[in-house]
Structures are given as C-alpha cells and as structure tokens.
C-alpha cells in the first residue's frame, strides 16, 4: 500500500485536485525528482508550507503562476530566467 492510500484513511487528511498545464507539471516533476523527493504530492506539500512559512518568497510562486499563464498563451518567462532571478540554481 502506497504512503498516498494510507492517509485516504485519515481523517486529518484532505484530498484536493489541481489543474495545471502539461508542460509545468513536467517541471514539477522534473524539478521533484531532481531534488530527491519521494513523490509529487511530497514536493507539493513541502512548496505550499514553504510558501505559508515564508510568505517574502511568494514572488517567486506567483511569477511561476504568471508563467504558466502564459504558457497556455505561448508567451512564457523561461525556467531558467526565474531561477536565476531569485537565485535557486540547482547548477
């Protein structure tokens, strides 16, 4: 049984859905690998209480919420530009 069947049981623990574009959701992925996550979902809880935690790096989630609005418009701000921008270069 996976760690994610075994909290369907608990009633601490709330299931949400989230849409997002393909395309970011393969950075996700790749980026949650990359850093030695278990899973996505671990990766993603970690981000959303790094961002209640830490609310001055917000500016970094919402340039990556304009960039997949943009990408859905084929008008997007490279990865690699937001990484350097707030100095999270994995390299």
Known sequence: MS??????????????NLRISRPFLEVVDETWRERGFNSRS?????????????????????????????LDETDSIPSDEIRSQYGTDDE
């Open 42 to 70: 671990e990766f993603i809880r970690y981000a959303l209480r790094d961002s209640v935690n830490h609310p001055e790096g917000a500016g970094l989630w919402k340039d990556i919420a304009i960039s997949e609005a943009q």
């Open 3 to 16: 760690q994610a069947d075994a909290n369907d049981s608990d009633p601490e623990i709330d299931r949400i």
